[in-house]
């Protein structure tokens, strides 16, 4: 059977740890796109020299033309501009809204049957905008956010509790923004529910409130430290769980920036929920019970993912 293909558009900091990772899990063959010529090239040819010492046998080629991506299985998009300090993600829409049209369009010319996993900020947007301008079937295309801040959320829970992150599950749901929404109450250590643990003594309501401040704080605080860019390690590795989820058809359980038809009261926007990824793409949006603090949180990032969509309907009318 022949190796799967991935097709990464945006070869920058996100995209070269997508093909690095991509290579070191033997997911298929790796095709490198960007508009900086050569950027891809030469990742593509590093990261080729790596596998002798690695052992993974993977094409990894670079591509300045979107003919690379032909009969791409999975295609994951970084193209585009991250933030700056003191930079909202919402004050990317104008530049990387245009690019997503771009994108969308080589997507449909040469790689209409990929799951497309949308990776570009502001997130819930750019992955609407992404569909829309590639006119793929909604379940085959994808943001990718709530599995990065639910790992946030997991890794500074497992430091609070000091237990393995392998143990700690967390949902967080909604946009990928201030307003995200983590659910402590279907978050657990080993089946244990926070609000449990907090009962429990392991950890102080004070204490975790701070933990989902953080969590939601998480981009910015990178940010502030790396100053020329934003996350790219996390990002990338949550990207790829979601790209094997397809690829192997493993119905992973996972947070993600999926289309909504009606489930949660929402329909027609990309908002974060907790989905299974198999071969088909989304083939399920699990809908949980949200009690009514936890409803008002989640309408209200919905309301901002909604005005989010308004300003790029604005700004590309034929979207
Ligand atoms: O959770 C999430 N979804 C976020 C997303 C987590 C972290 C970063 N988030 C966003 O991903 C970030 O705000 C950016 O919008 C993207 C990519 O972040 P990255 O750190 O990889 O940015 P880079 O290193 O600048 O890479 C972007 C590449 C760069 O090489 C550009 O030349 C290329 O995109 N680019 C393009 N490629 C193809 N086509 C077009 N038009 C284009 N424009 C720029």
Redo the contacts with the bound molecule.
Sequence with gaps: MARSKIGL???????GTLAFLAGLKELGDVVL????DG?PQGKALDLAESSPVEGFDAKLTGASSYEALSGADVVIV??????KPGMS?DD?IGT?LK?ME??GAGIAKYAPDAFVIC???P?DAMVWALREASGLPPEKVVG??GV?DSSRFRYFLAEEFGVSVEDVTAFVLGG?GDTMVPLPRYSTVAGVPLPDLVKMGWTTQEKLDQIIQRTRDG?AEIVGLLKT????YA?AASAIAMAESYLKDKKRVLPIAAHLTGQYGVDGIYVGVPAVIGAAGVERIVEIELDDAEKAAFDKSVGAVKGLIDACKAIAPNL
């Excluded at 558009?9 to 995209?15: F, H, K, L, P, Y």
């Excluded at 796109?33 to 900086?36: M, N, R, S």
Aim: proline share 5%; no cysteine.
């Design positions: 558009v945006g070869a920058g900091q996100i995209g796109f960007d508009i900086v950027v970084t193209a585009g501009v991250p933030r993600r990317l990387n690019v771009q994108v990776i570009t900020n997130l990718m956010a990065l990928h981009g860019g934003s996350a790219f990002p």
